[in-house]
C-alpha cells in the first residue's frame, strides 16, 4: 500500500473517500471548463466579430496552440521537480494560483476591437490567447495529475473520474447553451421586416462581440468560486512525493517523455482523446456557421448541440458497475462503435433537401454519437490514472505531472491543429470573413454541412482505433497490474519501517 500521508493542513489521519470528494474533484473540472468552454467561442468570436481572414487566423490559432501544447510538459515538470513544503500541498497551490489568474485571464482573448488595423488584432490575439492559457495550464495540469492521489482504489477512480466529467459537461453545457441565445442577434429591416439573405433566404444574424468579453469575466469569477470549493474539500490520500526509484537523480524531461511513448494505455487514451478533440472541437466552428447560415439558428446552436450531451448522463449511475463487470477498455470500445453509427448517420443529412428534415437526421446522428460517447466521457480520466499506475509498473517511476502533462500536450496540439485545419478548409470551401455571415453563398453554407458531418465520423473513427487497438490494459491486464503494484507497495511499506 502506498504511504498514506496527513493532508498538511490537518493533523489526523485522512478520511475515508466519500461524495464529497466526489463533488469536489467535479466542481473542480465545473471551474477549469467555465474557462476551457470558450475555446470554440475564440474562433467563432475572430472570425466573425473581428472578421480576421481565415487563412490568417489558422496560422495564428495553430501558433498559440502549439505553446500551449509545450506549455504543459514545462508546468508538469515543474510539478513533479518540486519538492517544497506547502502549507496546502504543491498540487493544491498551483491549482489556486492559477485560478486567481483566470478571473481576468480567459476575458484577455475576446478584447473587442473590431475597427483597429489587422497587426493590432494579430497582436491582441496573441498575447490575449498566451495569458489565458497559462494561468489555465497552471490550474488544469495539476487538476488532472491529482486523480491518482486522491484514491488508489480502481472503482474509486473510475467515480471521480465520472464526477469529473459530470463537472465537465456542466461546465460545457451552461456557457454552450447560454451563450449563443446572448451573443447573436438576428438583424431586420427599418420597417421591421426580417433581414434576409438573398441567396440562401436565411435570416441574417450578428454576433454580439462585447457580450462576449462580459460574458467570459463573468465566467472567470465563477470558475474561481468552483476552483475554492474543491481545495477547501478534497482530501489527498497518497503522498504526492512519496514514489521514486531515485531521489538523487535528476529529472529529465527528455527521458520521460520517452517513457510515455513507450506506455501504450497513455498513448491509447491520448489517441482518443486527440481524435475527440479533432472532430468535436474542430467542428466546433463548422457547426456554429453552419447553423446561422444555413439553418438560420445561430441563437440556438447551444441548445441543439447540448442534445449530443444528454445521452452521456445515462451511463453515470451505472459507471462503477459497468467497469467493474467489463471494463474500461472493453465497455469504451463498444461505445466507440455507437458512435461510428453516429457519425455515418450526420454524413447522410446533407443530402436531404428539406431543412426541416435534414436537421432531424442531424440531430439523431448527434444522439447516437453522444450515446456512445458517454461511457468514454464518464471513465477518459481514470484511464490516465490507469496509465500513471502503468508508468510506475513499468518503469519504477510515478510521474503524475509528467504523463498527465504529456496527455494534455497532445490533447492541447490537437485542440490547436484541428481548429487551424478547419478554418483553412472553410476558406477553401468558400467561407468569406469580409461578408460575414449574413453574406455567405448557398454553395458555402452546404459546404459547411458536409465540412459538421465529416468531422463528427472523423472523431468516432480515431477514437475506435485508440481505445479498441492501442490501449491495452483491459480488464485482465489491470488485475494483474494491481495485484503487482499493491505486492511493491507493501514491501515498500516494510522496509521503510
Known sequence: MATQVKNQAETTAPRKFGMRDKLAYAAGDLGCNMSFSLKNTVQTFWLVYMALETGLLSILL???QIWDAINDPLIGSLIDADRRKYKMGKFKTYILIGSIGLLVGGA??????PNANTVVKAVLFIVGYVVWDAFYTIANVPYGSMLSLVTEDAGERAQLSTWRS?????????PTMILPALIWKKEFNADGTPLMNSETGVQV???LGDRVFIAALIMGVLGFICF???????????DENSVRTNDSEKFNVLKAFGNFMKNRPAVGATLAAMGMFLGMNAAATAVTIMFATYFGMAQLSGVVQMIGFVPMFFFMPFIKKIVNKYGKKEASVAGTIVSLVGGLVMLVFPLIPNKGASLIVYLIGLVLFGLGMGVYTCVSWALMADAIDY?????GKREEGTVYSLHSFFRKLAQGVGPSIVLAIMGLLG??????????SAATTYNMCWLAGGLYMFSAVIQFVAI?????LDKKTMEKMNAELAERRAAAAESAE
Do not use: C, H
Not at 475554492?228 to 482530501?235: A, D, G, S, V
Not at 508508468?391 to 518503469?395: L, N, Q
Not at 468569406?432 to 449574413?438: N, R
Not at 479498441?468 to 491495452?472: E, G, L, S
Open 62 to 64: 495553430l501558433a498559440v
Open 108 to 113: 484577455a482573448v475576446f478584447l473587442p476591437f
Open 166 to 174: 459530470i463537472g465537465s459537461m456542466i461546465g460545457n453545457i451552461l
Open 205 to 207: 444574424e450578428t454576433l
Open 228 to 238: 475554492l470549493f474543491m481545495i477547501k474539500n478534497i482530501t489527498i490520500r497518497v
Open 391 to 395: 508508468s510506475e509498473w513499468k518503469f
Open 431 to 440: 467561407y468569406v470573413s469580409d461578408l460575414g455571415t449574413g453574406g455567405q
Open 468 to 472: 479498441a487497438w492501442v490501449y491495452n
